[in-house]
């Protein structure tokens, strides 16, 4: 009886596809940027809804005429009796239709708050990750890198590598470039360091540490 329902088994294969999470990665942003969108959200919350704001100050402005001409109308001799429902008809359409699109209005400002002020929190969380850039009290006035014939001022590119009030760096040709190709060459560099100015000069091939 086993023999005969192992024969009767059915295997059953097929291929299936997995699809796997593709990597997330990270996008780099300007500070710039980022407080460009910061107040890109701010100017959105101050903006007005000028749209129903046109039409409930309209409405409004029509309900209010039409309920006071209620009682002059209604005392006027010579008038068609259906003169005075119109305008009461006016008067509470228009005032009660301002009054539900104030409240509308008021409702949509107030979730728009609500979400711009999620959006601005979240933000904020995001800047609390990355910690806030010491001031370098290290400055490069200039930095000649050549010989006495021919030499470049590296001094932007020795400021890029400012880390934290610290340069440490090889003085070779990757830094800038070579100036005088097949000749030894030196590097001055005037810098300000703790509010006092001070030079050094080193050979290429030195290591510089400030």
Request: glycine share 6%; with cysteine; hydrophobic share 35%.
């Amino acid at each position: 009886m086993l023999n005969s329902m192992e024969e009767n088994k059915l295997n059953y294969k097929k291929d299936e596809t997995v699809y796997l999470p593709s990597d997330d990665g990270c996008y780099s942003i300007r500070k710039f940027d980022w407080s460009r969108i910061k107040r890109k959200i701010d100017n959105t919350g101050k903006k007005d809804n000028v749209d129903f704001k046109l039409f409930y100050s309209i409405l409004y402005g029509v309900g209010g005429s039409a309920g006071l001409s209620i009682l002059p109308i209604a005392y006027a001799d010579n008038l068609p009796s259906w003169v005075t429902p119109l305008y009461v008809i006016i008067s509470i359409f228009g005032i009660g239709l301002a009054i539900i699109l104030t409240v509308m209005d008021s409702k949509l400002n107030k979730n728009m708050d609500i979400d711009l002020t999620e959006i601005k929190a979240e933000m904020e969380e995001v800047e609390k990750m990355f910690p806030k850039q010491i001031p370098s009290n290290l400055k490069i006035i200039k930095a000649n890198y050549g010989t006495v014939d021919k030499s470049i001022d590296i001094a932007k590119e020795l400021t890029d590598k400012i880390i934290v009030g610290r340069l440490e760096t090889i003085v070779t040709n990757e830094i800038a470039g070579d100036p005088t190709p097949g000749t030894k060459k030196t590097l001055t560099i005037e810098y300000i360091k703790d509010g006092k100015t001070r030079t050094l000069t080193l050979k290429e091939g030195d290591e510089l540490k400030i």
